[in-house]
């Protein structure tokens, strides 16, 4: 899974602009892929979700893309508003294990 | 439909004590996993419930343990208390094994 550090990686946008939060998984026995925001003092708040056999799922506003060659997932936010500020975790897995990236840190500017 | 709900929400113990988190999930949700989550490991799978057998387990020491009633209500329980055991412990429930996950708002637990 991903290494997780101190340090969350921080993305800073504009009110308005589109997102866009990577992840890289290890696990290539992985099959499902969910993307989840946590705001302060909250659990984490499912978003979307992509099975292995899809490389891309849209949402309202959001839209997961797989690719499973390089182990990398990617969520995008579309016109993205002060209240998507939030840390969001990529999570995979096998249905035996569920492993969390280290999150990153979306600041939405008005 | 009221949310995950998690008892309580803060707890301070001493190193050496044990403590039992309380979890109740969303009426008709049957699964219930517990993660622990800290700055500097982030979000960890510690184990997952369903039908009051445990279904996996995430690599943690058996002091971490749970278990789940028959009305789908979970607790997990730490032995001996370490410093290292502070975290937000989270519990997220679901309809059924690998189902969208719901999770409530986390027990702080801090070990002092």
């Known amino acids: 899974g991903e290494s997780v550090g101190l340090h969350l990686p921080t993305l800073s946008v504009q009110e308005g602009d589109n997102s866009i939060i990577n992840c890289a998984y290890s696990?290539?026995?992985?099959?499902?892929f969910i993307w989840y925001k946590q705001e302060s003092g909250k659990g984490p708040q499912f978003i979307i979700d992509i099975r292995s056999n899809m490389d891309k799922r849209q949402g309202q506003r959001v839209t997961v893309l797989l690719n499973k060659t390089v182990k990398h997932l990617s969520l995008q936010i579309a016109a993205t508003q002060p209240g998507d500020s939030a840390v969001y975790f990529c999570?995979?897995?096998?249905?035996?294990?569920?492993?969390f990236g280290a999150g990153t840190r979306l600041t939405v500017k008005p | 439909k009221a949310g995950v709900t998690q008892t309580p929400r803060y707890l301070i113990k001493t190193r050496g004590q044990q403590v039992t988190l309380s979890c109740s999930p969303i009426s008709g949700h049957r699964s219930v996993s517990w993660y622990q989550q800290t700055p500097g490991q982030g979000l960890q799978f510690l184990f997952e419930?369903?039908?009051?057998?445990?279904?996996n387990k995430g690599n943690f020491p058996g002091r971490f343990s749970g278990r789940q009633f028959s009305n789908s209500r979970s607790e997990m329980n730490v032995s001996t208390l370490e410093l290292g055991d502070s975290a937000l412990y989270l519990c997220?429930?679901?309809?059924?094994?690998?189902?969208?996950?719901?999770f409530g708002p986390g027990t702080r637990l801090t070990v002092t």
């Open positions: 696990n290539s026995a992985s099959d499902y």
């Open positions: 419930y369903f039908s009051e057998t445990q279904r």
């Open positions: 997220a429930s679901s309809l059924w094994q690998g189902g969208e996950q719901y």
């Open positions: 999570a995979e897995t096998d249905l035996n294990d569920m492993r």
